[in-house]
T-cell receptor, first 112, second 114 residues
Framework: DGGITQSPKYLFRKEGQNVTLSCEQN?????MYWYRQDPGQGLRLIYY???????QKGDIAEGYSVSREKKESFPLTVTSAQKNPTAFYLC???????????FGQGTRLTVV | AQSVTQLDSHVSVSEGTPVLLRCNYS??????LFWYVQHPNKGLQLLLK??????LVKGINGFEAEFKKSETSFHLTKPSAHMSDAAEYFC????????????FGTGTKLQVIP
């Protein structure tokens, strides 16, 4: 089955540590996105990538980094510079030129 | 500019009664509109989408939405609520402007009372 796989589902991090969230898709989509979801707010865009080896900052990129070395993979690193990293993170992908996004099941990150 | 307003943060209905979740939007383009459903600690599941075809859109699980350009609305309805409909619902506006520009509403939590 085609889809987007995020791992792990739950992640705990100590303050001051970097942590990497995985996102893999087998839909052959060119574009991939990372969103952050906080209670009572809609999703906010962290980073997006439309092509391998290229990515752009979204609305809340500070404290995050990404890479896009392969078309199917778009990992997100939450760095120690992110002041409030506890949130639900969703990865998405889309066909170039499409307004529809396909979402993974999310990773819940908790800083302890 | 692009924005989405979900008019109710919480909606409570009895099982078997109609559901209405309200959404107003604005966009500088000709947007696509979506409704997604999210169950706790799960990803977003697409319920239905409007992409400039028929204004009355039918989705999964008996949900429908009507695109009303004059009212800039895209309200989600279902004739009869089921317990399994209890979840959070997001209205989304999306444009392609060289990349996918997406704005999510803040969500409506639907409670279904037995």
């Amino acid at each position: 089955d085609g889809g987007i796989t995020q791992s792990p589902k739950y992640l705990f991090r100590k303050e001051g540590q970097n942590v990497t969230l995985s996102c893999e898709q087998n839909l052959n989509h060119d574009a991939m996105y990372w969103y952050r979801q906080d209670p009572g707010q809609g999703l906010r865009l962290i980073y997006y990538s439309q092509i391998v080896n290229d990515f752009q900052k979204g609305d809340i990129a500070e404290g995050y980094s990404v890479s896009r070395e392969k078309k199917e993979s778009f990992p997100l690193t939450v760095t120690s510079a992110q002041k409030n990293p506890t949130a639900f993170y969703l990865c998405a992908s889309s066909i170039e030129g499409s307004t529809e996004a396909f979402f993974g099941q999310g990773t819940r990150l908790t800083v302890v | 500019a692009q924005s989405v307003t979900q008019l109710d943060s919480h909606v409570s209905v009895s099982e078997g009664t109609p559901v209405l979740l309200r959404c107003n939007y604005s966009s500088s383009y000709s947007p696509s509109l979506f409704w997604y459903v999210q169950h706790p600690n799960k990803g977003l599941q697409l319920l239905l989408k409007y992409t400039s075809a028929a204004t009355l859109v039918k989705g999964i699980n008996g949900f429908e939405a009507e695109f009303k350009k004059s009212e800039t609305s895209f309200h989600l309805t279902k004739p009869s609520a089921h317990m399994s409909d209890a979840a959070e619902y997001f209205c989304v506006v999306s444009d392609w402007i060289g990349y996918q520009k997406v704005t999510f509403g803040t969500g409506t939590k639907l409670q279904v009372i037995p």
